[in-house]
């Protein structure tokens, strides 16, 4: 099976008004797979939006290819191009009617009115906007506009839709609100969706993968539960979640943390970084071969099921943890020991300078 996108090698630089090149991307490749959902994450400037643009055509590649469903359509105009993009700033006509938005790619595509009406209609049940179709779209709301921009990219029907940070101007429920029926969407429409956030926990609970960008390199790919367990680097592993990282060097033979512990841990090269998670650090010790940090609390948040906790450490500075609320609150200043359960942590082979 042809995949439905494949990217090759893609390397796309900007000069700036100053004379300055900016690499935007730097040998990117990936491969979509059928009705994936695949989410582009990462900090603002580490190439998202242009990675969109060059799939949809609006820039073009300095090097590498573009494959989509088999074709090479690196050259391609992008109206030529069975991709269709919910921008960042969703671009709606704010003086026409929602029906006419929706319909706008039908229109100019000439098909005629009846065949346009029917479209608009389905889409407008699809995303739940049935009934607004004579609205202007300055009569509506932003979580409604958001939803006019998605049918509208959607009436064309294109085999693959890039949706740039589309859910970034709502307020957070209706975001999650959206979040689930985009999901859904994805789901009856079975297309594939290249959806942009920087935002991590919505990357993590809307991706079936995740590819992690940086300075305009793919950082790591996979799905949200591996590199949420397993990020490759430190990049991934900060930028992703909550995270200690430690320090870990050999001395005679062992592994072992900045304060002498030995780590009950494969080391390979002569150092590396310990990644710990706030949740796998514990009040009492369970399991084998425990890592142990003790220290004063000096910070501490009820989350409404549990406490965030930061443990002051005389060596390792502040450590999180996650600790479940158990009737006894964590007293700001106490001295608390915490434990890590030895196939708790994860290595990651490279060390913070
Ligand atoms: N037309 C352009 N001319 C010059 N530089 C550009 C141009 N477009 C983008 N850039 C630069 O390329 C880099 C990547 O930009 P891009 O818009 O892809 O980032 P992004 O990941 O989408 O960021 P954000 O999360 O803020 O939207 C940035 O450094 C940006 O300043
Ligand atoms: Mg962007």
Redesign the pocket.
């Known amino acids: 099976m042809t995949a439905p996108l494949e990217i090759n090698a893609a390397y796309k630089s900007?000069r700036?008004p100053e004379g300055d090149k900016?690499t935007?991307l730097n040998n990117v490749s990936l491969k979509l797979a059928r009705s994936e959902f695949l989410t582009l994450l990462?900090p603002?400037?580490?190439?998202?939006?242009?990675l969109l643009r060059t799939i949809s055509g609006f820039e073009a590649l300095d090097d590498g290819a573009i494959h989509i469903y088999g074709q090479n359509v690196t050259h391609w105009p992008s109206h030529k191009r069975p991709v269709n993009t919910v921008f960042?700033r969703y671009a709606l006509f704010a003086h026409m009617s929602v029906a006419r938005n929706v319909g706008y790619a039908l229109e100019i595509a000439g098909h005629d009115k009846a065949k346009r009406r029917t479209r608009v209609g389905e889409m407008l049940e699809l995303v739940g906007l049935s009934g607004l179709e004579n609205r202007r779209i300055s009569q509506l709301s932003g979580g409604q506009q958001q939803r006019v921009a998605l049918a509208r990219a959607l009436a064309a029907k294109p085999k693959l839709l890039l949706l740039d940070?589309p859910l970034s101007a709502l307020d957070k429920n209706l975001r999650q609100k959206m979040q689930h029926e985009l999901k859904t969407i994805q789901r009856e429409l079975d297309i594939g969706f290249i959806f942009v956030t920087?935002d991590q926990e919505e990357a993590l609970t809307m991706s079936d993968r995740v590819a992690v960008l940086a300075h305009g390199e793919v950082q790591q790919l996979g799905a949200p539960e591996d590199l949420y367990r397993q990020p490759a680097n430190l990049f991934t592993a900060d930028f992703l979640g909550e995270s200690n990282l430690l320090p870990l060097h050999r001395a005679q033979g062992q592994a072992k943390l900045a304060d002498g512990q030995p780590c009950p841990c494969d080391l390979t090269g002569d150092s590396a970084t310990l990644m710990i998670r706030p949740e796998d650090l514990t009040r009492s010790p369970r399991g084998a071969q425990l890592l142990i940090f003790s220290g004063p609390i000096k910070a501490r948040y009820y989350t409404g099921k549990d406490y965030q906790v930061e443990l002051d450490h005389p060596v390792f500075g502040t450590l999180s943890a996650l600790l479940r609320d158990d009737g006894q609150a964590p007293e700001l200043g106490a001295e608390i020991t915490l434990y890590a359960d030895g196939t708790a942590l994860h290595l990651i082979d490279e060390v913070q300078s």
């Open positions: 900007f700036t900016i935007a990462g603002s400037g580490c190439g998202k939006t242009t960042q940070e920087h």
